[in-house]
């Protein structure tokens, strides 16, 4: 395969990336779909709207995040220099407000009045609700009932912030399932509904346009780095479900040829235990919720549960975007155990008193992995994008600690 | 559609159907639902009890676009053991049994694309199904399956729904091929039912555009609801309200029961007596 003059431009005009990406979806969810393409292309070059979304980034979401020097967790590894990226430290403790806040302004901008989102941790969840109260919309969000379970910090936010919050039952009751039953729900409300997507999947426009809410993480990193070093990164990392976190952080640097990138599957119990969530390591081709990437799934093109710790990374797909990316081998797409997140969660907490969620956790995971064999003028960022608040009873149950 | 000289089921029995003066009733049941033999014996009793266009879901885990009530009937496929490759043995005995009902394969793309495109057009094809509904194949895709279903012989059948507004109707209609399955709601299988008078209204805007003949589908479950949608379209679509007759049929162990498939066949017999007299006892409200 030939390397492409750019790694910048995708999709093309369909929504896809080589053989990835694309619309596979309901005939009755097209027309809304071509809608939305056509909104979003107008609002991205309408200088009303990003001033909007620029002001409430930096006023309401807090932005820009920091980038911090982890100068212990350095001198621990002993090799490489790290940086955090500290999306953790945004309104609502994740990266996901980036993308809330661009789509909220859009549905509005579309005259839609009730907003759905699914969310696997509850970050997703919790930051779509967080602007419906904020813009006054009726929010609906769908919900494993086995990430109920475990991320019920996150369920009752949600619920303060006047969102319902919908079990799902179907399936493994877990991100997947609630994506399906968010579909559902927007087939049968097209009309005054937007389904606000929380990671860079389903079908087109949503992975370019999550991607291009989220690239204000890589877009940062660029201007503090180059203020705290005087150069760029050398190597980025960040962990992967959906991937919209690690896309944002990625996708400014692509065409800079000498910056490596490393993304995080969750390996749950182990890649050979077949309880893991890594599409990208152990999937194959398919289509699902709208797009084409890599999937988990069987012989016979049934989708397979994924397992992890991590609720915001058990899901069975990835985004389109990053499978074309691996097929090109521009990033890397590595794993991480459970095991390897819990013991990276512990060491963040002890030694730069930042108590991770446990998805960032799994990138940490590689960190203390990659780094030590490094040199120590090699910098490398790694995306920080959740905080731990939501893990801690989920983590002390792991540990044996009883709270 | 260039058939060659093999025979054009579904364009015989819409013509039939247009010759005996009424809409013809379509049935869907889940392949292997709730086991291999006891769903084959109830699609060996459909044509004589009254479908007269057989839709034959290939169970998917994630059907995105259905109800509960065929979400379930595809978990009881997959979980007696269902895979493509028996719902193409499937078609096949069937064809081996009836030579003129026409048969449609209808699912979720997903299942097709791991079983390989080609393999799968080419099995379906020499198996004897004469099309195929693929809910999330919509025209911006068709290069995936529908052009080459088209070139192995088989028909494409498009939905068509209430957000198809006129200028989409052309694209939607492009490709179109053997009926066109009219989607009388916006939303899921076997939810809401749609009101006799808006779904009018929609098949003649269909009818203006285009010369295929009209199935409507979604939410229709009972022999009057059938009956009022036959006297508008040329063939009325029931799923869901058989699934889960077959799910009332199974014992408590979830097996079987007894009566299941007579049961099932019998809701069908309703559902045709009420299509077949639609126009003679509708004419005059009609």
Redesign the interface.
């Known amino acids: 395969m030939s390397t492409p003059n750019t790694f910048r431009s995708g999709p093309d005009e369909g929504g896809h990336f080589d053989l990835f990406g694309g619309r596979y979806v309901a005939e009755t969810l097209m027309p809304l779909i071509l809608d939305l393409e056509r909104a979003w292309g107008e609002a991205r070059t309408d200088p009303g709207y990003t001033a909007e979304l620029d002001h409430f980034l930096a006023h309401y979401a807090g932005r820009p995040s920091p980038l911090y020097f982890a100068e212990r967790l350095t001198q621990e590894l002993g090799g490489a220099k790290i940086y955090f990226k500290r999306d953790e430290l945004n309104h609502t403790g994740s990266h996901k407000i980036n993308n809330c806040l661009g789509q909220i302004l859009l549905a509005r901008r579309m005259g839609k009045k009730r907003i759905i989102a699914e969310t696997g941790a509850g970050q997703h969840g919790v930051a779509t609700a967080t602007v419906c109260a904020r813009f006054d919309l009726d929010c609906t969000i769908y919900m494993g009932e086995v990430d109920i379970q475990r991320q019920q910090p996150n369920v009752f936010r949600m619920k303060l912030l006047g969102a319902k919050v919908v079990p799902v039952g179907s399936g493994s009751a877990t991100l997947k399932d609630a994506m399906n039953e968010a579909l559902r729900d927007w087939v049968a409300s097209v009309e005054t509904t937007y389904y606000l997507i929380g990671t860079a999947a389903g079908p087109h426009p949503y992975p370019a346009m999550v991607r291009d809410f989220q690239s204000v993480i890589g877009r940062e990193v660029r201007q503090q780095l180059d203020a705290a070093e005087g150069r760029g990164p050398d190597t980025l990392i960040a962990c992967i479900g959906g991937g919209s976190n690690a896309i944002g952080l990625f996708h400014p640097f692509l065409d800079d040829a000498g910056v490596e990138m490393f993304a995080v599957e969750a390996a749950g119990e182990g890649l050979d235990s077949g309880r893991h969530a890594a599409s990208i390591s152990a999937g194959v081709p398919g289509v699902l919720h709208g797009s084409r990437s890599y999937l988990l799934q069987d012989d016979d093109g049934q989708i397979s549960e994924a397992h992890s710790i991590s609720a915001g990374l058990d899901y069975p797909g990835i985004g389109p975007e990053h499978a074309w990316l691996h097929e090109q081998g521009r990033v890397h797409y590595v794993s991480a155990t459970d095991a390897e997140a819990l013991a990276a969660f512990k060491l963040c907490s002890e030694l730069e008193g930042i108590i991770p969620a446990l998805e960032p956790a799994h990138a940490l995971a590689h960190v203390i992995r990659h780094c030590p064999g490094l040199a120590r003028d090699h910098l490398v960022v790694m995306n920080l994008c959740g905080r731990g608040d939501k893990d801690v009873f989920l983590v002390a149950r792991h540990l044996g600690v009883e709270l | 559609m260039n058939t060659g000289a093999a025979p054009d089921r579904i364009h015989e029995r819409f013509t039939a159907l247009r010759a005996e003066g009424r809409a013809g009733l379509v049935t869907f049941v889940t392949a292997g639902d709730p086991d291999f033999e006891t769903s084959w014996n109830i699609l060996a009793g459909l044509p004589e009890a009254g479908a007269d266009l057989i839709e034959i879901g290939m169970p998917?885990?994630?059907?995105?676009?259905?109800?509960p009530a065929i979400?379930a009937s595809s978990l009881r496929a997959?979980g007696s053991g269902q895979?493509?490759a028996k719902t193409i043995d499937l078609v096949r005995r069937f064809r081996a049994a009836d030579a003129t009902t026409p048969l449609l394969l209808m699912g979720?793309?997903?299942?097709?694309?791991?079983?390989g495109n080609q393999r799968f057009l080419d099995d379906a094809k020499s198996a004897g199904a004469d099309g195929l509904i693929i809910?999330?194949?919509?025209?911006?895709?068709d290069s995936e399956l529908c052009l080459p279903a088209r070139d192995t012989g088989l028909h494409f059948i498009?939905?068509?729904?209430?957000?198809?507004?006129q200028a989409?109707l052309a694209k939607?209609l492009t490709n179109a091929s053997g009926f066109i399955y009219y989607?009388s709601?916006?939303?899921?299988t076997g939810?809401?039912s749609a009101r006799p008078g808006d779904v009018n209204e929609r098949i003649a805007a269909l009818r203006a555009a285009t010369d295929l003949p009209i199935a409507v589908g979604f939410g229709i479950k009972t022999p009057q609801q059938a009956a009022a949608i036959a006297r508008i379209a040329d063939a009325v679509v029931v799923g869901s309200a058989l699934v889960e007759r077959i799910r009332q049929g199974l014992d408590d162990d979830r097996r079987p029961g007894a009566g299941l498939v007579a049961e099932t066949l019998g809701l069908v017999k309703e559902l045709a007596a009420g299509v077949r007299g639609a126009r003679q006892s509708g004419a005059a409200t009609g």
């Not at chain 2, 809910?135 to 911006?140: G, H, I, R, T, W």
């Not at chain 2, 709601?185 to 899921?188: E, F, L, P, Q």
């Open positions: 998917f885990s994630d059907p995105m676009a259905d109800g979400q997959l895979n493509m979720y793309y997903n299942p097709i694309y791991r079983y809910v999330d194949l919509p025209p911006e895709e498009r939905l068509a729904t209430p957000t198809t507004d989409r939607v989607v709601i916006t939303g899921i939810t809401r």
